[in-house]
C-alpha cells in the first residue's frame, strides 16, 4: 500500500497561487492513477482534479478548471497541483489519493485506495 504525505499548504490572499505536492513511498508509483480532492469545513469530499499513470490525461472539476493544474513527475514519485487565481471557495484541506486498478479520472472519493492526511489551504478575501 502506498503512503501519501502532502505539503505547499498554507494561508495566501485571494488571486495569489500556490503549489501542492504529494510524495508517495514505494516504487510502484507509476502504476497508479492519482487525484487531488479537497475537503470544506462541513461539506463533503470534493473532487479538485485527477492524472492518468503516464502523466498524459487529466481531469478537473469545473470549479478549478482553468485555474488548477495537475502533473506528475514518477521518477520522484510525486503528484502535484498548482493553483492559481486562488479565490476564497476555495479554502479547504486539500488531499492527494491514489487509485491503485481502476481507469484514470475518476471523481468519486470511494473509488481510490489511499489518502493522505491533507494539507490546509485559506484563501482570504
Known amino acids: 500500500q502506498v503512503q501519501l504525505v502532502e505539503s505547499g499548504g498554507g494561508l495566501v490572499q485571494a488571486g495569489a497561487s500556490l503549489r501542492l505536492s504529494c510524495a508517495a513511498s514505494g516504487r510502484t508509483f507509476s502504476s497508479y492513477n492519482m487525484g487531488w480532492f479537497r475537503q470544506a469545513p462541513g461539506k463533503e469530499r470534493e473532487f479538485a482534479a485527477a492524472?492518468?499513470?503516464?502523466?498524459?490525461?487529466?481531469y478537473y472539476a469545473d470549479s478549478v478548471k482553468g485555474r488548477f493544474t495537475i502533473s506528475r513527475d514518477n521518477a520522484k514519485n510525486t503528484v502535484y497541483l498548482q493553483m492559481n487565481s486562488l479565490k476564497p471557495e476555495d479554502t479547504a484541506v486539500y488531499y492527494c489519493?491514489?487509485?491503485?486498478?481502476?481507469?484514470?479520472?475518476?471523481?468519486?472519493?470511494?473509488?481510490?485506495?489511499?489518502w493522505g492526511q491533507g494539507t490546509q489551504v485559506t484563501v482570504s478575501s
Open positions: 492524472i492518468s499513470r503516464g502523466g498524459g490525461s487529466t
Open positions: 489519493a491514489a487509485d491503485y486498478t481502476g481507469r484514470a479520472g475518476r471523481r468519486r472519493a470511494d473509488e481510490y485506495d489511499s
